[in-house]
């Protein structure tokens, strides 16, 4: 098992982890074009990028066709394609970017970076997109209903979220908004080792590329695979590790629970060992909603 310091190097790497942006202003909504001036920001990979929409909303007020406009009326693409607000920046990118996740082994990444997105405040994507409003109801939301679903798969119920103080509640959203480590991770410790309750499942999505169909644009080129992974590997007392999961859910991708042969699953832009525990993971750098968002990369 990995020790507590292990789990507190391994969660501080994950907090600590961003992403240099370069952020351009999109044609149909600039004066000049594309001649507006570019905003550059190291980002934290485990944020949301409509965090930024104010900033960024006076950073180009300048430049915009519409000046009226809202800041939550931005909305962010990457080659076209339309990014998901309520997806951690981190995620998208590992996702979306086709930069090549770190090994173990390597030096030093050889990605393109800085990530360079479109900002644009027309043409709203219904039809791929929810709609964000001006209080940020929206997404706050979204995201307290992830952590209660997170909450629902550990314990068996969302009581733990469900029965926070009114303060705690509060200062958890503040925490996600403002990145403060110090404000969330106390809150953060009392969903994740309930008082009383037994680890039943561990949350974990993992997405997979797919081919779209002719009625599908490219945003959904992925598939999301989501299922009871329980702590323990199935007809066991043995940990579960990430190999036996994924060899479990998917086992024509990971037909071995060792080694990646077909496939590489990825984690805050690294290749996670097979070995790994699973209830580790969830303790040490699941995603600030309470989630392991594993990507899967194949090799090759």
């Not at 292990?6 to 074009?33: F, H, N, T």
């Not at 859910?249 to 629970?257: A, I, N």
């Not at 209830?279 to 040490?284: K, M, N, V």
Request: charged letters at 20%.
């Amino acid at each position: 098992m990995t020790t507590p310091a292990e789990l507190r190097g391994m969660q501080d790497a994950a907090w600590k982890g961003s992403l240099p942006l370069e952020i351009r202003l999109a044609p149909q909504d600039c004066q000049v074009y594309d001649q507006a001036d570019l905003y550059l920001i190291h980002y934290p990979r485990l944020s949301y990028l409509p965090f930024l929409l104010p900033k960024l909303h006076t950073f180009f007020a300048s430049f915009l066709i519409t000046p009226e406009t809202n800041p939550h009326d931005g909305w962010f693409s990457f080659e076209g394609v339309p990014l998901k607000w309520h997806y951690p920046l981190g995620l998208l990118y590992d996702l979306f970017s086709g930069a090549s996740p770190l090994q173990a082994q390597a030096e030093e990444a050889q990605n393109p970076l800085p990530w360079r997105l479109t900002l644009h405040f027309s043409e709203w994507p219904g039809d791929q997109l929810v709609p964000l409003d001006a209080d940020g109801k929206v997404l706050h939301d979204a995201f307290i209903n992830s952590v209660k679903e997170a909450d629902f798969l550990r314990n068996g119920s969302a009581k733990e979220i469900m029965t926070l103080s009114k303060n705690d509640s509060t200062q958890l959203w503040k925490a996600v908004e403002a990145y403060d480590f110090d404000i969330y991770n106390p809150i953060s410790q009392k969903l994740l080792y309930a008082q009383g309750a037994p680890l039943r499942h561990i949350p974990m999505r993992i997405y997979l590329p797919s081919s779209p169909t002719e009625s599908e644009g490219a945003w959904r080129h992925l598939k999301v695979v989501q299922s009871l992974v329980t702590p323990l590997a199935p007809n066991s007392r043995e940990p579960q590790t990430l190999g036996t999961t994924l060899h479990s859910l998917l086992p024509s991708l990971f037909p071995s629970r060792r080694t990646p042969i077909l496939a590489k699953p990825v984690l805050h832009g690294a290749v996670v060992p097979m070995s790994a525990l699973a209830e580790d993971l969830l303790r040490s750098v699941a995603y600030l909603d309470g989630w392991l968002h594993l990507g899967i990369v194949m090799i090759g």
